[in-house]
C-alpha cells in the first residue's frame, strides 16, 4: 500500500503561481513512476505531468513551458510548480502512484485560478 498526502492547492489570480506537493510513505520501494493528474467540474481526469524513477518526465500540451514536475527520492517527494496560471487551470489536482499491480491516489487539493 502506498499513502499520498498533497498540500498547496488555493486561489490565485491569472498569471500568478502555485507550487503542489505530494509525500509518498508506505511500500514505496514498489514505486515506478509519480504523477500529478487534474479534474475540472464535467470533465474527465487528464494527466497533467508525470516523471518515471528513471527521470523521464511527460506533460501534458497544455502546460508545456509552465508547469514542472520535480521528485526527490530521497525525501519521497513529488512536485508540481505551476507558473503562468490560467482559468482554465482550475481543476482538483490529485497526486498519482504507480506500481506494477495498480495505481495510488491522493486526496486532491483544489486549484483555482479567478480574478
Known amino acids: 500500500q502506498v499513502q499520498l498526502v498533497e498540500s498547496g492547492g488555493g486561489l490565485v489570480q491569472p498569471g500568478g503561481s502555485l507550487r503542489l506537493s505530494c509525500a509518498a510513505s508506505g511500500s514505496i520501494f514498489s514505486i515506478n513512476a509519480m504523477g500529478w493528474y487534474r479534474q475540472a467540474p464535467g470533465k474527465q481526469r487528464e494527466l497533467v505531468a508525470r516523471?518515471?524513477?528513471?527521470?523521464?518526465?511527460k506533460y501534458a500540451d497544455s502546460v508545456k513551458g509552465r508547469f514542472t514536475i520535480s521528485r526527490d527520492n530521497a525525501k519521497n517527494t513529488v512536485a508540481l510548480q505551476m507558473n503562468s496560471l490560467k482559468p482554465e487551470d482550475t481543476a482538483v489536482y490529485y497526486c498519482?502512484?504507480?506500481?506494477?499491480?495498480?495505481?495510488?491516489w491522493g486526496q486532491g487539493t483544489q486549484v483555482t485560478v479567478s480574478s
Open positions: 498519482n502512484a504507480e506500481t506494477d499491480f495498480r495505481g495510488y
Open positions: 516523471s518515471t524513477n528513471g527521470g523521464r518526465r
